[in-house]
């Protein structure tokens, strides 16, 4: 379950442009489709800003680093909150995960290759019109079937609520998703680390 959290941008829409008439010739320019043999659209830029979102976020150090539920507490909170006045996209908030330390270094790197590639959506444009920022309520959603706990791996998952609020009073509907984190460590006694989160 190593895949890459990158659904904090799902459901702010594609940015994508309506398909052209099939009728008129494909130019590489205007509303028209690029030619297949055109490069692929650049990744969207990503801030280097160091700021800390709206409420902030725990950090590392914060947390008891050797208990996996605390840590994938804390380090999806971290993915999850977003503040417009200082990212870009919402995939900012992840690459503050990484530079936090919450991740493996290879989900770490699977974020920073993995960049958006479209515009974050109407969503995000709303919340940026409200400079807004999210706060994230998680609760624990433990499924029985989940495999225990050894000494180098760990699951969690969690009910997550996620709610942007905007400096001027407004406030958008709550998005609910079911989040599940993988944990790992190189040994027993050493400190959990998110191998990759997956929500649905």
């Known amino acids: 379950m190593a895949a890459v959290l990158l659904a904090a941008g799902c459901g702010f829409g594609s940015g994508s442009d309506p398909k052209p008439p099939a009728s008129r010739p494909a130019t590489g320019t205007g509303p028209y489709p690029t030619p297949p ?3 692929p659209a650049a990744p969207l ?6 700021a800390t979102p709206k409420g902030g976020v725990p950090t590392p150090g914060s947390v008891d680093q050797r208990d996996a539920t605390a840590v994938s507490r804390a380090a999806l909170t971290v993915m999850l909150t977003s503040d417009t006045t200082t990212d870009i996209t919402p995939h900012d908030a992840n690459l503050r995960a990484v530079r936090a330390g919450w991740c493996t270094e290879d989900f770490a790197r699977q974020i920073r290759d993995t960049p958006p590639r479209s515009a974050p ?3 995000w444009t709303t919340w940026t019109r409200h400079r807004a920022y999210t706060t994230v309520n998680l609760r624990p959603a433990q499924d029985a079937g989940r495999p225990g706990d050894d000494a180098t791996h760990a699951l969690r998952q969690w009910s997550v609520t996620t709610t942007a609020r905007g400096r001027d009073g407004w406030n958008g509907p709550p998005d609910i998703v079911a989040a599940f984190v993988e944990l790992s ?3 027993d006694g050493d400190p959990w680390r ?3 989160v997956s929500l649905q």
């Open 45 to 50: 830029p990503s801030t280097t800003n160091t």
């Open 121 to 123: 959506g109407a969503t």
């Open 185 to 187: 460590r190189p040994a």
């Open 194 to 196: 998110v191998a990759g």
């Open 37 to 39: 043999h055109a490069s």
